[in-house]
């Protein structure tokens, strides 16, 4: 066992190696760990770790059609094995025959959706590498499988933090210093509470196109980011009418990504008041701010946790003795924390340092979407 947990690992650096993007990873990944573990279907997500929240989906067959209703009994309806529940655990992988001791019909989400499809058996894992989730790995059995054992959940186990650590480096790769961005103001959809397009402004084209290439899927999907921010968005505003707070790990709904053109991406949806009767929800959809892409780029360049206040704070705009008096040390404490950023970050002053993280990443020459409509 030992040996083939060790094999597999090794296959994982190979997998994300090479430049491959987080869907070619994804898609090696499922293909590979079938040849392990037996399993008629999987989705493997890219979530952001500030909300846990989708961030785009590999899904194969069968699981496409129940793909909202999995968002539903994840962010609206308590179940068993929760992604959240199982990011907050000590453990972060567990099949759902064993959470409900083998009666699968304690499970709602088994009865109203698993079952409905075909589908018995579900293993989950939450791919966590230093206290922070990167994507969820979801794997599937038809009705008439054997059960997922305890030995298939250790084996998947031992792979996580690899997965996870790989994951994480491919979602924190850095564009290349020449990358040109491309300008396009911000996308606006709005959408009904069954996440069907009722209008849209005309650049919210551009940005859905985008969406659609990075996780390869057709015309006809909603992306699952905003499938995503969506339910988020009807699940908080379902717990503020009950004033209660809602199941999940932050009551934001929103997500920020950069797709593989180079793009850090911001998607966020916000229920609309309306009639009675009806519920819609608008989506913003844009190029992220400074600020959303802080968090990234901070991982990006291996920052220490202090290391992350201080340029939080010179972001800000803080001199350094109002970054002392802020964080309680001295100015030479600070000028120590700089000098270190600068070093990780391939600069020698705050005015590159600030150019280094954003200018760098400024977007400009406006595309032509006349065809894409």
């Known amino acids: 066992m030992n040996v083939k947990i060790d094999s597999f690992k090794h296959l994982v650096k190979r997998l994300a190696g090479d430049g491959a993007t987080s869907y070619a990873f994804r898609t090696a990944l499922i293909s590979r760990l079938r040849e392990i573990i037996p399993f008629d279907a999987a989705c493997f997500t890219a979530v952001d770790p500030q909300t846990l929240l989708s961030t785009g989906a590999v899904t194969e067959e069968g699981v496409e059609a129940i793909h909202q209703r999995l968002f539903e009994y994840e962010y609206v309806q308590a179940d068993f094995n929760t992604y959240t529940q199982l990011v907050e655990s000590d453990i972060s992988v567990a099949t759902l025959s064993g959470a409900t001791d083998g009666q699968l019909e304690r499970s709602a989400r088994y009865r109203h959706v698993l079952q409905p499809a075909g589908f018995q058996d579900e293993l989950r894992a939450a791919l966590v590498y230093d206290k922070a989730c990167w994507g969820y790995l979801t794997l599937f059995r038809k009705q008439g499988s054997a059960l997922f054992t305890a030995l298939d959940r250790d084996f998947v186990s031992e792979l996580v933090p690899i997965i996870a650590y790989q994951l994480r480096a491919i979602h ?202």
């Open 172 to 373: 924190l790769s850095l564009p290349a210093e020449d990358k040109v961005w491309v300008e396009e103001g911000p996308g606006i959809v709005v959408l009904s509470d069954q996440l069907d397009i009722i209008s849209h402004n005309d650049a919210a084209v551009y940005w859905l196109h985008l969406l659609r290439q990075w996780e390869h899927v057709t015309s006809h999907v909603i992306p699952r980011p905003i499938q995503a921010v969506c339910t988020r968005a009807l699940a908080d505003s379902a717990a503020s009418a009950k004033g209660a707070e809602s199941a999940g790990h932050s009551s934001l709904a929103k997500v920020c990504l950069r797709i593989p053109d180079g793009h850090y991406v911001t998607i966020q949806a916000s229920r609309l008041n309306g009639p009675a009767e009806t519920t819609q929800l608008a989506v913003w959809i844009s190029a992220a701010s400074p600020n959303d892409m802080l968090p990234y780029l901070s991982e990006a360049y291996g920052l220490s946790e202090r290391e992350k206040q201080i340029l939080a704070c010179v972001v800000k705009g803080l001199s350094t003795k109002q970054l002392a008096e802020s964080l309680h040390i001295s100015a030479y404490t600070v000028q120590d924390h700089l000098k270190s950023i600068f070093i990780k970050t391939g600069v020698t002053s705050r005015r590159e340092l600030l150019w280094r993280l954003f200018s760098r990443f400024h977007v400009y020459d406006t595309p032509d979407t006349t065809h894409l409509k």
